[in-house]
């Protein structure tokens, strides 16, 4: 049997393919091909733009296909969330679609946009966000160039994607409210979750992938300690779970081994040095599986 996957093409592409690899996948996309190659023969898969891909997944085109949350309210799709894989092009943050005014503008708050012309690519979303909040503003759709759009006096505001607000600060442009938070997630076809072989190669995927992203912030530590030294260092380690202790042919010596979040290794390991660690190793991780 085939999964057919979907790829996403554009800013998610290369942090897409960077995560396959790390979670055991080989991929080749030629330069001009839409058919990347996996390692896998039981997976056929094809760049499709993440605005577009819930659609194909919910026709049943794509047996499963990773997009941002925000496309699948956008499209209305009525999809399977596999699992939230949390991260953008820059890193594992979520992404914000934000309302953004001209820093001079006498607009305050989303309430005086009424009467107001707001360009974006998420009309469907920004729609009901006025909507709830009985604001009746123009929403038009934006073909791109969207930030440049307030400067030329073609729109009131936007509604822009942004992960750090840095691009729309560099445009002169001021965040008054939040319309969507979206994360990136692994979904799929609801009827291809109900065959059996598809429902187990889609969550071992999921698996694959989950333990990959968990390891991007994790590292490996190796160390050896002695018996007297060794409930003190012990008590310096987070962990998962207990530390792996196992005894080393030196009588008196034991081999420590644990998993810690790589944000704190630099204040860790000088005070595991000090509790009387040696021969301390740290290495990167490729799938960290809770």
């Given at each position: 049997m085939i999964l057919k996957l979907g790829i996403p093409k554009g800013s998610l592409q290369e942090s897409t393919v960077r995560l396959f690899n790390k979670a055991g996948f080989n991929i080749s996309i030629g330069e001009r091909s839409y058919f990347p190659l996996f390692d896998d023969v039981e997976i056929n898969s094809i760049l499709i733009r993440a605005q577009e891909m819930s659609k194909y997944v919910e026709s049943g085109a794509l047996d499963c296909g990773i997009t941002g949350n925000d496309w699948v309210l956008e499209n209305k799709s009525n999809v399977a969330t596999v699992i939230e894989l949390l991260y953008a092009k820059k890193g594992l943050v979520p992404v914000r679609w934000v309302i953004a005014v001209p820093k001079d503008s006498a607009v305050k708050s989303v309430y005086d946009l009424k009467g107001k012309r707001v360009v974006t690519e998420l009309v469907r979303v920004t729609e009901n966000f006025f909507k709830k909040r009985k604001v009746k503003a123009l929403v038009e759709f934006s073909w791109g160039a969207t930030e440049a759009k307030i400067g030329a006096g073609l729109a009131d505001?936007?509604?822009?994607?942004?992960?750090?607000?840095?691009?729309?600060?560099?445009?002169?442009?001021?965040?008054?409210?939040?319309?969507?938070?979206?994360v990136t997630q692994f979904i799929a076809n609801k009827d291809s979750?109900?065959?059996?072989?598809?429902?187990?190669?889609?969550?071992n995927i999921a698996l694959l992938l989950k333990g990959a992203l968990i390891a991007r912030e994790k590292v490996g530590l190796k160390m050896n300690v002695s018996q007297r030294n060794l409930k003190k260092v012990l008590s310096s380690l987070p962990a998962l779970k207990t530390p792996t202790v196992s005894p080393l042919s030196q009588k008196g010596w034991f081999a420590v081994e644990t998993v810690i979040d790589e944000k704190i290794v630099r204040e860790i390991l000088p005070k595991l040095k000090e509790a009387g660690a040696e021969g301390i190793i740290e290495y990167s991780l490729n799938?960290?599986?809770?």
């Open positions: 505001a936007i509604v822009e994607l942004t992960e750090t607000g840095a691009s729309l600060k560099a445009n002169n442009l001021r965040i008054i409210d939040t319309v969507v938070t979206s979750l109900k065959d059996k072989w598809k429902k187990r190669k889609i969550e799938k960290v599986i809770p």
